[in-house]
T-cell receptor, first 119, second 114 residues
Framework: AQTVTQSQPEMSVQEAETVTLSCTYD???????LFWYKQPPSRQMILVIR??????QNATENRFSVNFQKAAKSFSLKISDSQLGDAAMYFC????????????????FGTGTRLQVFP | DTEVTQTPKHLVMGMTNKKSLKCEQH?????MYWYKQKAKKPPELMFV???????INESVPSRFSPECPNSSLLNLHLHALQPEDSALYLC?????????????FGPGTRLTVL
């Protein structure tokens, strides 16, 4: 079974600085997807970034980028130029490429990292 | 537009009440999901509907009853809940099949069972 581990329960960063959140996972599959979701105090889970395992190039979305190390099964999120609005719980998630049943899939979440941003 | 809406935002109910949570999306997605999230924990999958058919039930107690009347709407009927069922209930949707199948979440319903 696949597992996702986020070893940093809490992180903090000053505004305008850069912070990296860690995520490791365990799987025997060769094709899969990895996600970072952000959940601010408003509670809505917001997709931050997505990585396909078959792509060697690291995904980027504006100030957010990932460092995907497939052999090491590591998927860290880097937030550049941190802003107060980045304060949230961040969840790393794994999804199999091969669907377990017709047209459905399961997300496997890590335990989350709470990010605080200080002015 | 990647909007999933959920109503109500907050719900307080007694253990003998019957209530329903509603989720709606107009993105043409054919897979919809219910998650339960306790405080400071990741979401836990409850149900998956694919093309309006229940495809995954993660051994959820029968006091939770999902319903998918059409491809845009997902309900969760609640009956005889327990205080430990108090949580944030999240709905999500995705295209349904294919390799670009990202789940998009609604804002959730905060449920309190007295």
């Amino acid at each position: 079974a696949q597992t996702v581990t986020q070893s940093q329960p809490e992180m903090s960063v000053q505004e305008a600085e850069t912070v990296t959140l860690s995520c490791t996972y365990d799987t025997s599959e060769s094709d899969y997807y990895l996600f970072w979701y952000k959940q601010p105090p408003s509670r809505q889970m917001i997709l931050v970034i997505r990585q396909e395992a078959y792509k060697q190039q690291n995904a980027t979305e504006n100030r957010f980028s990932v460092n995907f190390q497939k052999a090491a099964k590591s998927f860290s999120l880097k937030i550049s130029d941190s802003q107060l609005g980045d304060a949230a719980m961040y969840f790393c998630a794994y999804r199999s490429y091969l669907l377990r049943s017709y047209n459905t899939d399961k997300l496997i979440f890590g335990t989350g990292t709470r990010l605080q941003v200080f002015p | 537009d990647t909007e999933v809406t959920q109503t109500p935002k907050h719900l307080v109910m007694g253990m003998t009440n019957k209530k329903s949570l509603k989720c709606e999306q107009h993105m043409g997605h054919r897979a919809m999901y219910w998650y339960k999230q306790k405080a400071k924990k990741p979401p836990e999958l409850m149900f998956v509907y694919s093309y309006e058919k229940l495809s995954i039930n993660e051994s959820v107690p029968s006091r939770f009853s999902p319903e998918c009347p059409n491809s845009s709407l997902l309900n969760l009927h609640l009956h005889a809940l327990q205080p430990e069922d108090s949580a944030l209930y999240l709905c999500a949707s995705s295209l349904g099949g294919g390799d670009s199948d990202t789940q998009y979440f609604g804002p959730g319903t905060r449920l309190t069972v007295l």
